[in-house]
Each structure stands twice: as C-alpha cells, then as structure tokens.
T-cell receptor, first 116, second 114 residues
Framework: AQKITQTQPGMFVQEKEAVTLDCTYD???????LFWYKQPSSGEMIFLIYQGSYDEQNATEGRYSLNFQKARKSANLVISASQLGDSAMYFC?????????????FGTGTRLTVIP | ETGVTQTPRHLVMGMTNKKSLKCEQHLGHNAMYWYKQSAKKPLELMFV???????ENNSVPSRFSPECPNSSHLFLHLHTLQPEDSALYLC?????????????FGQGTRLTVV
C-alpha cells in the first residue's frame, strides 16, 4: 500500500494567490514526521517544511504552511502569495520512527504552475 | 550548491556496459541514500547507509551495486542494465537522528539505457 498519496498530478495558481497541495499518508506508527520538498526543473530536491506527529501547532516557514489534520492523516501544503519561481514539482514525504528514522517515503508529486 | 554533488549529471549507456555513479557530501552527515525517480512514480528508496553500513536494500536487482567507502562518498555501480532502468538517480544525505532532520539531495544523474 502507498504510504504517501498525492492526488493532484497538476495544479495551476494565479501569481500572488494562495494554493493548497494535498497529501494524505498511511501509517500505524504513533511517531512519524512529514516533509515537503520542492523539485525545480534542475532536478535537485529542496526541503521546504517539516511537521512532526506530536507537534500541536501547524508548521510554518515563510510563505509555506502545513495544514496538519492528524485524525484524517492529511498534511496539506499551503503556499501563500505564489510567485513565478514557485513553479515546480512538489513532493510530500514521511519518515516513520519504527522503520528507522532515516527512510523517507515519497508520494508521486504535484506539478504546480504559477500563471502570471 | 546544495552540499551534495553527483557525477555525472547525464549518462547514456548500453545494456552491456559497466558504469558508476558518484555522490559526495561535505555536510558532515552520517547517512546516505540512493533514490530512483521514474516518471509518474514515487521516488523509490533503493539503498540506505548509516555510518557506512548498509541498512536498507529495497528489493533492488543485483545489477545495481552500492558502495560506501566512507561517510562522505557513495557510489552506485551499474552493469547489464535494462531500458526500464532509465531514470533520474538521486543521492541524498542526512543525519541519522533526530526524526525531524531533513535529507539534502544532489541534482541527480539522468541515466538512459539504450
């Protein structure tokens, strides 16, 4: 079974608008971490934001915030005030405590296109 | 400059060739990984090394052979590959602990098997 599901293959957003990228996950662990990465056309994966399963507050990092709904097992990324440079692939990933703290499982990604 | 450098950036090889991918990190990390990224599929974790010891091998065919001579270098040796092995191969590194430590990725090697 997929551990990370990203149901939006592609998303479009107008420049300066906000956009939400969906991510749901599947785990039986109580302790896990959720990550979002950005992959521009250059290929490298750039870390954006992290949410721990025990964190009570939603994570925020500049224009990025995470809408963490633990009961629904979702960790959606919200990008506010979109910029043209935000056009890229976005990946949600999870690390589970029981399988080892350094195995990152990724979803299929969402391609975000920011329209001028 | 991400701190993780992969060479070569592009590689075209025949099915009978032998080649190696190289990854180098100068971030002081003690874990290194190989991922395979194919179109429309999740990133596939291939190998994990913690403190130079291999801890994960996710049913990867033996035509892929990793080597981690020290904590800063990671290789992926390739031989008798198949066309379906064409993909972007990404190397990453991180600290083993704590849980919230992010992995840093290289820019990848775009491999084409002909």
């Amino acid at each position: 079974a997929q551990k990370i599901t990203q149901t939006q293959p592609g998303m479009f957003v107008q420049e300066k608008e906000a956009v939400t990228l969906d991510c749901t996950y599947d785990t039986s662990d109580q302790s896990y971490g959720l990550f979002w990465y950005k992959q521009p056309s250059s290929g490298e994966m750039i870390f954006l934001i992290y949410q721990g399963s025990y964190d009570e507050q939603n994570a925020t990092e500049g224009r990025y915030s995470l809408n963490f709904q633990k009961a629904r097992k979702s960790a959606n990324l919200v990008i506010s005030a979109s910029q043209l440079g935000d056009s890229a692939m976005y990946f949600c990933a999870m690390r589970e405590a029981e399988t080892g703290a350094n195995n990152l499982f990724f979803g299929t990604g969402t391609r975000l296109t920011v329209i001028p | 400059e991400t701190g993780v450098t992969q060479t070569p950036r592009h590689l075209v090889m025949g099915m009978t060739n032998k080649k190696s991918l190289k990854c180098e990190q100068h971030l002081g990390h003690n874990a290194m990984y190989w991922y395979k990224q194919s179109a429309k599929k999740p990133l596939e974790l291939m190998f994990v090394y913690n403190f130079k010891e291999q801890t994960e091998n996710n049913s990867v065919p033996s035509r892929f052979s990793p080597e981690c001579p020290n904590s800063s270098h990671l290789f992926l040796h390739l031989h008798t590959l198949q066309p379906e092995d064409s993909a972007l191969y990404l190397c990453a590194s991180s600290q083993v602990r704590p849980m919230n430590t992010e992995a840093f990725f290289g820019q990848g090697t775009r491999l084409t098997v002909v």
